[in-house]
Every structure is written in C-alpha cells, then in structure tokens.
C-alpha cells in the first residue's frame, strides 16, 4: 500500500500550546495535503503543499516537507478548543491519479 | 464546499439487496472519486473516473460497481450489499492543475448493512 502514516495517532493538549503531527509516505509525490476531519462531519481542506517548496503558512497553520525523508508535518500554533478533530495528510503521487491518505491523527483541545 | 453533494445522507438496509448512492457536483470537474472511511483504515479508494464512462479500480473495489454517464454525477452501487460494506462512504473531485491538484469532499453518506 502507498498509504501514508500520521504519528501520533492520538494527541492531547491544553488550549494555546502548540500541536504537531507528522506524516510519512513512500512514494514521491507531485504534493501533499493536510486535511480536518471533524466528528461525524466530512473532510475539510487545509493546505497544500507541493514538491517543491518546504514550507508553507496558513494563518496558525505551518507545514513542512521533507521530500528527501519522505515527511511532512503540520503544526498548529495556539490551539484552540475547536481544533478538536482528526487530522489526515494524503499524497498526490507523481504516476497515477489517485490520492493516498494515512490513517489520521486525533486532536484533542482541552480547554 | 465546491458543490459536492451526496444522497442519500443515511441509510439502512438489509444484507443482499442492491443499493445505490449518488453523488453530484456542479463545477464540472473532470476528476471523481470514491472513498470508504472505517476506524482505523483511515479513507480508501473504492473506485474513480476521469471523465463520463471512463472509470477505473482503487485499493478496494471488490463488491462495488460504478458509473458515470454524466460529468456531474458519479454512482457508487453495491450490487448485493454485505455487512463488511457498513461504513461512511466519502465522495471527492479533484481539480485540474498538475502540481496544485487538490481534492474536495462531499459530506458523506453513512451506511449501515444489516
């Protein structure tokens, strides 16, 4: 399977420390998307980040790509109670028209 | 939301009979795909299309057909639906663009296969 992998599976914070996931794949990728999943509900697109670049922001969003390693991460700076929820990167691979998602990070925001 | 719908939302049914769920999208995007979200498997890919009656296989297609007979809709069937096929079903469109391919999710149908 070309399924990425999140680490950690599960992650719990207080409210306004920083939260970090990582993603790892195994292919090489033409990008890499990060993903929110609340409870219950669909996945809502967060950011995009293509091979070529190593860095990327989206307001408390920062994401980096490793393309060398393989890794990606996201890290959310001063979470909030309504980051609460699962987390997924999916690969756009270089052959082939097909996503590949991990199996996600839950996010837990303690207020 | 790019104008991802899916119906039904829920739906129950029994083991062996024929179920059929919809998805459409009003931005004529070429690029369709089907997902199944199960705890622990995260989202796979039962089938996609690249455009009206062209469809092809993902990681889990066994048990499930599909088709596409216009750009906006894809239909996600299962011919005789199992109990295994219990799940959240996802549909996604992808927009065109090389490196800056993204894809978009509809809200998703729940499944359940008595």
């Known amino acids: 399977s070309q399924q990425g992998e999140e680490d950690p599976q599960a992650l719990s914070i207080q409210e306004g420390e920083n939260a970090t996931m990582n993603c790892s794949y195994k292919?090489?990728?033409?990008?890499l998307q990060w993903y929110r999943q609340n409870s219950g509900r669909g996945l809502v697109h967060l950011i995009l980040?293509?091979?070529?670049?190593r860095e990327k922001h989206s307001g408390r969003l920062r994401v980096t790509l490793d393309t060398s390693k393989k890794s990606s991460s996201l890290l959310i700076t001063a979470s909030r109670a309504a980051d609460t929820a699962s987390y997924f990167c999916?690969?756009?691979?270089?052959?082939?028209?097909?996503?590949?998602f991990g199996t996600g990070t839950s996010l837990t925001v303690i207020p | 939301d790019a104008g991802i719908t899916q119906s039904p939302r829920h739906k129950v049914t029994e083991t062996g009979t024929p179920v059929t769920l919809r998805c459409h999208q009003t931005?004529?995007?070429?690029?369709m795909y089907w997902y199944r979200q199960d705890p622990g498997h995260g989202l796979r890919l039962i089938h996609y299309?690249?455009?009206?009656?062209?469809?092809d296989k993902g990681e889990v297609s066994d048990g499930y057909s599909v088709s596409r007979s216009k750009t906006e809709d894809f239909l996600l069937t299962l011919e005789s639906a199992t109990s295994s096929q219990t799940s959240v079903y996802f549909c996604?469109?992808?927009?065109?663009?090389?490196?800056?391919?993204?894809?978009?999710f509809g809200p998703g149908t729940r499944l359940t296969v008595l």
């Open positions: 292919t090489s990728i033409n990008n």
């Open positions: 931005e004529n995007h070429r690029y």
């Open positions: 999916a690969t756009y691979p270089v052959t082939g028209n097909q996503f590949y």
């Open positions: 980040i293509r091979s070529n670049e």
């Open positions: 299309s690249y455009g009206v009656k062209d469809t």
């Open positions: 996604a469109i992808r927009t065109s663009g090389g490196l800056f391919n993204e894809q978009f």
